[in-house]
């Protein structure tokens, strides 16, 4: 017999825990749309560290598994509820200081990332990490998938700017970890321990962040490209010298796709195309925006296109932004983001190719190009069982391409439900033992996120 859940309710605020079967639809799967999600036996938002702890005791107290949910754009399943669980949404931890004298924000998970750059900027400070979906996705899952964005190819990628946490630990316990200071070589690096962690050691209930002056105005350049291939050779052409600020690569399902939703002129002939930002001051941005040209020239570009301009630059970046939404208008998508060194990406873009066209399913590619992580949209209809047979090929040889060629399942989204089989595959068995062995240190009963990575 499950627990009730009304024992729960009695110690947490009135409203707090929700067991209304309309309520609760809403919070079955995440941005993944798993088909196979359960139903939660309840939800819970709380607002506080306390009202968490009392949760997980709860939980603990009667073998009742949690799932932790932010906004629930994961990509990878990592949110998707399971039948009988507590379902603990973060959603209502939205709290947030900004220290400008430590160029600091400790910040509560339910804050969007869109949210933390406001507030950092109002300080005339600059919160960096930008994934595509950063008005939407929470801060509490980006520090759960170790998500990056547009700019990682310059500036790092979640971890990069997360100095301290404070985490429930499945026994109930919040535990400290790291702190305001920028250097800390006391213990064990625990704070690395928890990010990209994906809910299964703890409940991540406060971020402390580590934020920049901000950023220079940037310098943008496109490049458009008869073919997906020569726009991979000139990302490497680009790398190779200097670190832009953005270098981020459509093909054509997608620019077609963007065009059809944002009608701001991209041409629908084109194979590829490439957006890159410089934002190095002075002579040292022209001399990068000049060398950006000439690699885009010299690997086969068609037409190529600078601005200082920031508002054509922005217009840019906002279609490399919608490039997902817009492609899913094509279909139901299987997102990958599969990662490789980038002398293989050519390698990988082409491979991703000769899939879609073995499966007969159409494969769209976007990329953070600058670093080699890859986003292939596998597009296909669900109620057509042969073309979402192929599909699931397809979004299994695209992982084992990227460990073929060197690289990873997933550059940002995490491993989720969704990408677990293939991940002993990459790291091997003894470092699958090593992570299960750390789980099972920290959380012996496994209720925290059962199901994700393991």
Known sequence: MSADPSSLADSLPDGMVVTDADILAGYRQDRAADPTAGTPLALVRPTTTEQVQNTVRWCAANGVPIITRGAGTSLSGGSTA???????????????????????????????????????????????????????????GNVATNAGGLCCVKYGVTTDYVLGLEVVLADGRAVRVGGKQLKDSAGLPLTKLFVGSEGL???????T???????????TVVGVFGSVHEASRAVLAVTAEIRPAMLEFMDSVAINAVEDLMRMGLDREAGALLVAQSDAPGAAGAAEVEFIQKAFESNGAGEVFATDDPTEG??????????????EKLGSLLLEDVGVPLPSLPALIDGVAEIAAGNRVMISVIAHAGDG???????????????????????????????????????????GRLKKGWLPDQVGSDVMELTARIKQALDPDGLLNPGVLL
């Open 373 to 415: 992580n890859t986003h292939p949209l596998i597009v296909f209809d669900p109620a057509d069982p042969d073309e979402a047979e192929h599909a699931q090929v397809a979004f299994g040889q695209i992982m084992d391409l990227a460990i073929e060629l060197g690289g990873t399942i997933t550059g940002e989204h995490g491993v």
């Open 209 to 219: 962040l580590r934020l920049l002056p901000p950023q220079g105005p940037a310098s």
């Open 314 to 327: 922005e217009a840019f970046t906002a279609a490399r932004r919608a490039a997902i939404p817009a492609v």
């Open 82 to 140: 399971v039948d009988g669980a507590i379902m603990l949404s973060t959603e209502k931890m939205r709290d947030i200081a900004v220290d400008p004298a430590t160029r600091t924000a400790v910040v509560q998970p339910g804050l969007f990332n869109a949210e933390v750059k406001a507030a950092a900027s109002a300080h005339g400070l600059w919160y960096p990490p930008d994934p595509s979906s950063f008005e939407i996705c929470s801060i509490g």
């Open 201 to 207: 050691l703890g409940i991540i209930t406060e971020v």
